[in-house]
């Protein structure tokens, strides 16, 4: 019964992993997609020049 319980334990922690890892991944496309959008649509500067994306 114990090694039973402990397969469907194990199981269960994959699954939970797995959708987890899953979700990163699509939450670390949607900020890659917003950052990719604020760095090409962001605006300009008084004399028309785009200012840096970096900040030092």
Do not use: D, E
């Not at 949607?30 to 900040?55: A, D, E, K, N, Q």
């Amino acid at each position: 019964m114990v090694p039973i319980l402990l397969v469907l334990l194990l199981a269960l922690l994959l699954f939970g992993a797995g959708f987890a890892v899953q979700a990163l991944w699509w939450i670390a496309v949607i900020v890659l997609v917003i950052w990719l959008l604020g760095f090409l649509m962001r605006g300009t500067t008084v004399s028309g020049t785009r200012p840096r994306w970096y900040r030092w």
